[in-house]
């Protein structure tokens, strides 16, 4: 069942202007690439990974906060941008159902698969990016949360409208946001980079068949923070 607020987060209309979008991109970019060149292990020797973990907090919610302004200028409410809605219980069960479900068969399952079939391996900036100490946990759940909504309005929500209005093509908004996904992970090698393209491109789908950014960001969020926590011991 769809609603008015549905109908506004499938259309293929423009929701800001093309300046506007290419900050969001360099921002996202830009900051994937230098974190790429830096040296993650000898900076979380000398200064722990919480301060990693507050600069990322801190530029995802500012480029929401960039991307909210945009769209008060065309007097859009963030809201329509996420679509769906919560205003019974049984709604976001529902959702928190298929976010799960999402991450357990394509992240958990497919890409897993394709990652062993490929012999795809995480690097070791990629490990030593998770949480050691109580504190570095706590700041990684507040991350994870963090990456599990931004995220999702920046690359989905945002980015996914705004390349499919400048295509005129749903399918190539949905292509499009999934590159940048990827690009946007830089420190986690090319390989790496390609499968979570490819996750980022699933997750459009989701967006899209649910007419809603909700079930995506429960699931993001929960992968990310599960995942975190879990290395953390395994790597004991």
Known sequence: MSNAGDDRFTTMSSIAPAWHSAVVLLVMLGFSFVVAHLDLPGIFVAHGRAPGYL????IEWATVAFIWWGLSRRGIPMPDLVGGSWARP???????GIGVAFVLILGGAVLQGLAYLFKIVPPQ???????QTRSEMILWVLMS????FCEEVIFRGYLQRQFSALTHSLLAGIVLQAIAFGLGHGYQGWKLMSLIAVY???FGLLARWRHSLRPGMLGHALQDTVGGLLARFLMR
């Open 55 to 58: 600069v990322v907090i801190l």
């Open 125 to 131: 900036a990629m490990r030593t990016v998770m949480p």
């Open 200 to 202: 980022g491109a699933c």
């Open 90 to 96: 049984v709604y976001l069960l529902r959702d928190l």
């Open 145 to 148: 949360l963090t990456a599990g």
